[in-house]
């Protein structure tokens, strides 16, 4: 059965940074429903499901074998981190894991999305779009600031749909492990958003952050 599969999988709330940080439970937000035909669904999975898809399936996805997670030789930290920091989702077609998605909060007003990934045949179907809305809205309850990912600049893919997102370009990171990353910021403050578009961007208006109404508070 779909759900003993699953149960399998789901971690069993030891409780991540940001759910520590944010009085969140993940388990009363998953599983849901993030594909346009009801196909797929979203739920909390354990460091070892994730650690053993990204191994077994990145270098299909990314079509790069020897690049950033698969890179990174065995280390008792990492699975450490992954294990009581992160937070870990999987996308199941039935019984089948699909794909995944890694992130975790840095701070106390920011959240990263670390790592994801969608077996080619589950892509187009809006499933990482579905997932990321309702992770956005989530974490706008909370009162999240900021979201932010890096994405290699020649993901055309990704750029495009960090973009759509609303999503700004906010930095370059540049790393042994990674190589040449592009940062890109949702802000989920609008007042974390105007100030940023104030100091960085020569056409800013203060008319037009990417979202508003939500906060009225400064930024931290």
């Known amino acids: 059965m779909a759900e003993a599969r699953r149960g399998e999988l789901r971690a069993r709330g030891t409780g991540s940074l940001a759910e520590r940080l944010w009085d969140l439970d993940w388990r009363t937000h998953f599983p849901a429903v993030v594909s346009r035909d009801g196909d797929v669904s979203a ?21 790069a074998p020897n690049r950033g997670l698969l890179q990174l030789r065995q280390h008792v930290s990492r699975s450490r981190f ?4 992160a937070d870990l989702f999987g996308f199941f077609h039935g019984q089948e894991l699909v794909g995944v ?5 840095t701070d106390w007003s920011t959240y990263y999305l670390r790592s994801a990934g969608i077996l080619p045949a589950y892509q187009g179907q809006g499933v990482w779009r579905s997932f990321l809305e309702r992770l956005l809205v989530i974490l706008r309850e909370q009162t999240v600031e900021r979201v932010e990912g890096d994405v290699d600049p020649t993901n055309e893919i ?19 492990r990674w190589g040449s990353l592009v940062k ?3 802000f989920l403050n609008p007042a974390c958003e105007t100030t940023f578009r104030r100091q960085f961007c020569s056409a800013f208006s203060e008319a037009s952050p990417s979202q508003s109404g939500f906060w009225d508070s400064e930024p931290s």
């Open 184 to 186: 890109f910021t949702k």
């Open 43 to 63: 739920d909390i999975i354990s460091s070892q499901a994730f650690l053993a898809f990204a191994v077994a399936h990145y270098p299909v996805i990314f079509k």
């Open 82 to 85: 992954y294990e009581q920091e």
């Open 101 to 105: 998605c890694a992130a975790n909060a």
């Open 158 to 176: 990704e750029v495009l749909a960090f973009t759509r997102f609303g999503f700004l370009v906010t930095g370059q990171t540049i790393s042994e």
